[in-house]
């Protein structure tokens, strides 16, 4: 990984690859959100309310996601003194707390319907809302740490994302140690309990919506590493 230290080769990389990353997508996420509204059946219990997993799961798995690559560049920025990792970290904050959110806004739409609640202090929605949580505190440490002239994050901010992590295995076990009113894991190693005609479009869903958030975050490291050189740019001018 030490070969992209290198800001300019890490753009040369990078530039083409957001393209390559987004459009296509995009493209997925367009094609399974249509056949997941149009072509699937409703569910024979949960009716057309069921066509919120095309955007909820997705939403969920790349909140967890997002704090997972979160950790392993701060794992990176603390023992490898990765000089990227920093930026990624920071770069992943944002669209990491919006699809957290999505997934909190989805499954209490869901579960209006369905449980006749719009929330309940459940293990899932209570972890998932506790990473929201860590999210907005990761970003306002690694807001104070641009501020004090720091291209990434600090080692505070990297030491609380890696602590951070504690939560994902939580969030994913959730359904299983706490009786709730969510329910179990639904696509485990064992096979899926979705019916087969509702689970093809959410792979789409799935794969597209990571492959878009991939592209969020190369984008964002762009943009901070342009900010970086005319931050850099104008102190060499001031101490000009």
Not at 14 to 28: E, H, N, Y
Not at 52 to 80: D, E, K, N, R
Not at 201 to 206: A, E, I, Q, S, V
């Amino acid at each position: 990984m030490h070969r992209f230290a290198n800001p300019a080769r890490f753009l040369k990389i990078a530039r083409p690859l957001t393209i390559w990353l987004f459009w296509p997508g995009l493209a997925l996420i367009l094609i399974g959100t249509g056949c997941g509204l149009l072509a699937t059946p409703a569910d024979y219990l949960q009716g057309q309310t069921v066509r919120i997993l095309y955007i909820h799961v997705p939403a969920a798995w790349l909140g967890m996601g997002g704090w997972t690559g979160i950790a392993l560049a701060a794992l990176m920025q603390l023992v490898w003194r990765h000089p990227l990792a920093a930026i990624a970290g920071r770069a992943i904050a944002a669209p990491g707390a919006l699809f957290t959110a999505i997934c909190l806004a989805t499954g209490s739409i869901w579960g209006r319907p369905t449980w006749g609640t719009w929330w309940e202090w459940d293990g899932r929605m209570t972890s998932m809302l506790v990473l929201l949580f860590l999210y907005l505190g990761y970003i306002a440490l690694a807001q104070a740490s641009a501020r004090d002239g720091q291209g990434g994050v600090s080692r505070v901010t990297a030491i609380f994302g890696l602590v951070g992590a504690v939560n994902i295995p939580i969030i994913n076990r959730s359904v299983v140690w706490w009786n709730s009113l969510h329910q179990g894991p639904s696509i485990t190693m064992r096979g899926s309990t979705i019916e087969t005609t509702l689970l093809w479009p959410l792979g789409l869903t799935l794969l597209g919506f990571s492959l878009w958030f991939g592209a969020i975050i190369l984008m964002r490291m762009r943009a901070i590493l342009a900010q970086n050189k005319v931050e850099a740019r104008m102190q060499r001018l001031a101490r000009g």
